[in-house]
């Protein structure tokens, strides 16, 4: 959560010279869907058209190739990415990764979930987003993490991702990332993973974690350092 902290700190710090956020972005409620409106509409600057908490696909991909093909069974594995913001992990997947992959990505604020639909269309001038194989497919949706109902039905998931989103639902309490958790299994096949990307100690994490996935399997793989931070990557698995 500290690196959460921090990013959200330079970023309120960066756009404030351009339009200004009311009051500390990071003392502010992370499930205030209007905040989230205000950080997703800062001008981007160059070319970067994506911004991401922790790291981004590049850092990610090593673990996450692998977990798709072991679900090959699934053509395409469907992949959900939940509270993605404009993240590269959907594009990253979806225009890198060299097997067939059918990717979602859900965020509760309209603004990401327009800016990511712009990117992937080539809206703006921009060229449109190919796929890194011709059967992979990429949709964005608005949807709440915590409820996730309307976009997915039970099961319908090989691969569900959350980097970072526990992280902010639980600056409001650990019933709401419980919720968080609940859909985010429910949604699971009983043979996928789950994982939540996060630099939070393991030793806070993982009860949480295993009190609320009996009947799963809960592990922890750590990543990096990136840019001197290191980062845990928690596995939520059913079985084989």
């Known amino acids: 959560m500290a690196a959460l902290r921090r990013t959200l700190h330079v970023a309120s710090l960066a756009a404030g010279a351009r339009r200004p956020l009311s009051g500390s972005l990071a003392g502010s409620c992370l499930a205030d869907c209007c905040l989230w409106d205000k950080l997703h509409a800062q001008p981007r600057q160059g070319s970067v058209r994506t911004f991401d908490w922790f790291f981004g696909y590049e850092e990610a991909q090593g673990l996450l190739l692998p977990l798709l093909r072991k679900a090959g069974a699934a053509c395409p594995p ?70 996730l109902d309307p976009v997915a039905s039970s099961g319908s998931f090989q691969l569900v991702l959350d980097k970072g989103t526990w992280d902010a639902v639980a600056r409001g309490g650990l019933p709401g990332a419980y919720q968080l958790l609940s859909e985010c299994l429910r949604v699971l096949s009983p043979q996928g993973t789950l994982i939540q990307f996060s630099d939070e100690d393991p030793d806070v994490r993982l009860p949480c974690l295993e009190q609320e996935s009996k009947g799963w399997t809960v592990n922890v793989q750590e990543l990096g350092p990136f840019r001197g931070i290191t980062y845990f990557a928690y596995l939520v698995q059913g079985s084989d």
């Open 78 to 147: 469907r992949v959900l990415d939940v509270g993605c913001g404009t993240s590269s992990l959907c594009t990253g997947l979806y225009t890198k990764c060299p097997h067939p992959v059918d990717v979602l990505g859900v965020d509760f604020s309209p603004v990401a979930v327009a800016h990511m639909n712009s990117l992937l269309e080539g809206g703006q001038g921009q060229t449109p987003l190919c796929p890194g194989h011709p059967a992979s497919r990429l949709h964005f949706m608005k949807a709440d993490a915590q409820n």
